[in-house]
């Protein structure tokens, strides 16, 4: 890890570009628009982004529908793929400090963060999903003797992806390294409050061997880009991570369009269930700290509902406020930072308002509260920590997206699994037991798509990452991640 001072003379070094990458080479926006991308830690200028929109976007889905017709990736052997995609892995992780580099600079994640869990990730997902490939064996379906019935997978044709601003690589890699290595070609729309570090991967995947056309990235706003990525006729498939509400409205856009299939990693409000048999409080009371506080709370799967059993509430609280000291806002570029600020001065707004409504709806403010927001030194957030919290207050129902944790209690685990899916929301939990068939117990009945047992947000690309209800559906990583970007073609043949 290079020092603060190193890492401060490398982002003085970065220049950024900023122009959509379509078919293979960079692009101006069709009608000359761009918007600013802004240091969140300093408010400073990084670069022009290429506002992109329905015209952009109608190219590069017709430079994608061209090379997957061509066939050169499309029609490629998996193990062609697979060396391609290999190279891209071994690209990223050459310029994994230019990388990390830039998506601190343009979203404010500690730099520390994006070098041990962001890139390492990045990297892996692009490894272990190209190593896949070529070892994913069609079937021969049980009919009669007079019969063969293969079933076959094939590439979907063009897949548009939508990407977020909190893990900006990391989500990427996610969605693009599957959709590419089953012979898809991608248009990838991310985030306009990160986008550099997109527009850096598509030149990479050029030099990887990665043909003109096959990977295709177009910034803008979601209200135009986003949207005519999802209305686009010739889009097959769209994989999309983000809030629910503009999920709701992606099913839609599927459903005026040609129906394409909606994959949705969306929002969450994640439960995090603290027993009074965990062997250990300080462990639990650590883990809840890093589960909330951890990327500025900026994180899908945070727990931000914490639910203590009532007879270890106390020490608990104590152990919790102790842990929670080691967040502490900071400059991003110092490794020793463990909150960066939010990514806008519109999240940090967010983040205040709720604040705001747990006060007035009764909540207890046990640490942090509102900013000292001044203009022109960043967007810094406090770790807020708010206790006898009851699932009707407004700021435990809705995904703030920031570093605000809400504290109640039970008394009974019947009581825990209720007030834990008490929620329009169902992506991830936690629990904290050392009684092994509490944990089966429990986990059986949680309303989620992935539940930590005396730990948090631990996994690993071979297992998969999504939720249910309101948080979503398919999954991204794994095996599993391939039934997205494939579709099973039947052949029967009579002998």
């Known amino acids: 890890m ?5 890492w401060q003379h490398l982002s003085r070094t970065l220049t950024f570009n900023g122009q959509a990458y379509i078919n293979g080479k960079f692009q101006p926006p069709q009608r000359g628009e761009y918007f600013p991308s802004v240091n969140p830690a300093t408010e400073e200028h990084l670069a022009d982004i290429a506002a992109c929109d329905e015209t952009d976007i109608d190219l590069a889905v017709q430079a994608a529908s061209t090379a997957f017709q061509n066939g050169e990736w499309s029609n490629a052997a998996p193990k062609q793929r697979k060396q391609v995609l290999l ?38 997902c692009f490894r272990w999903t190209a190593e896949c490939i070529d070892k994913v064996y069609g079937e021969i379906a049980p009919t009669g003797p007079d019969t063969l019935a293969l079933i076959k997978r094939e590439p979907v044709g063009v897949v548009g992806a939508i990407t977020p601003w909190n893990y900006p690589l ?17 248009v990838l729309k991310p985030s306009e409050k990160a986008s550099l570090s997109a ?11 990665i043909p003109a ?11 135009t880009a986003g949207k005519a990525l999802a209305l686009h006729k010739d889009v097959q498939v769209l994989a999309f991570t983000g809030s629910t509400a503009v999920a709701a409205l992606l099913m839609q856009y599927a459903g005026q369009s040609n129906m394409k299939r909606v994959w949705l990693e969306a929002g969450g409000k994640s439960p995090n269930l603290i027993f009074a048999d965990c062997t250990d409080i300080e462990a639990a009371a650590t883990s809840a700290a890093a589960a909330i506080f951890s990327n500025q709370g900026e994180v899908c799967i945070a727990c931000s509902r914490v639910y203590v059993e ?18 502490q806002p900071g400059d991003p570029l110092n490794p020793s930072t463990t909150m960066g600020p939010m990514v806008d001065r519109a999240q940090l707004a967010t983040v205040e308002r709720y604040i705001e409504s747990a006060r007035n709806e009764g909540g207890n403010l046990l640490m942090g509260g509102a900013s000292d927001y001044l203009p022109g030194n960043g967007f810094y957030a406090t770790p807020t920590i708010v206790s006898d919290a009851t699932n009707d207050m407004t700021f435990v129902k809705d995904e703030i997206f920031g570093p605000v944790l809400a504290v109640g209690e039970f008394e009974t685990e019947e009581e825990a699994i209720a007030l834990a899916n008490d929620s329009a929301y169902g992506l991830g939990a936690a629990v904290w037991t050392g009684n092994l068939s509490r944990a089966h117990r429990v986990s059986d009945k949680l309303q989620c798509g992935m539940v930590w047992v005396n730990t948090w947000g631990e996994g690993d690309t071979t297992v998969p990452f999504g939720g249910v209800k309101a948080s979503g559906n398919g999954r991204d990583k794994s095996l599993h991640a391939l039934d997205k970007y494939t579709d099973l073609k039947n052949v029967l043949i009579r002998l």
């Open 310 to 327: 009532k007879k270890i509430k106390a020490p608990f609280l104590e152990a919790l406020l102790k842990a929670a000291e080691h967040f």
């Open 2 to 6: 290079k020092t603060y001072a190193e």
């Open 170 to 186: 990391m989500m990427i890699a996610w969605k693009i390294a599957p959709a590419l290595a089953a012979g898809n070609s991608v």
């Open 199 to 209: 527009i850096r991967l598509a030149q990479l995947a050029s030099e990887a061997g």
């Open 87 to 124: 190279k891209l892995a071994d690209l990223i992780e050459a310029h994994q400090e230019e990388l990390a580099l830039t998506d601190t600079l343009d979203m404010g994640k500690p730099i520390s963060e994006m070098m041990s869990i962001d890139l390492p990730d990045t990297i892996d």
């Open 213 to 223: 056309g096959v990977l295709n990235v177009v910034p803008g706003s979601g209200q």
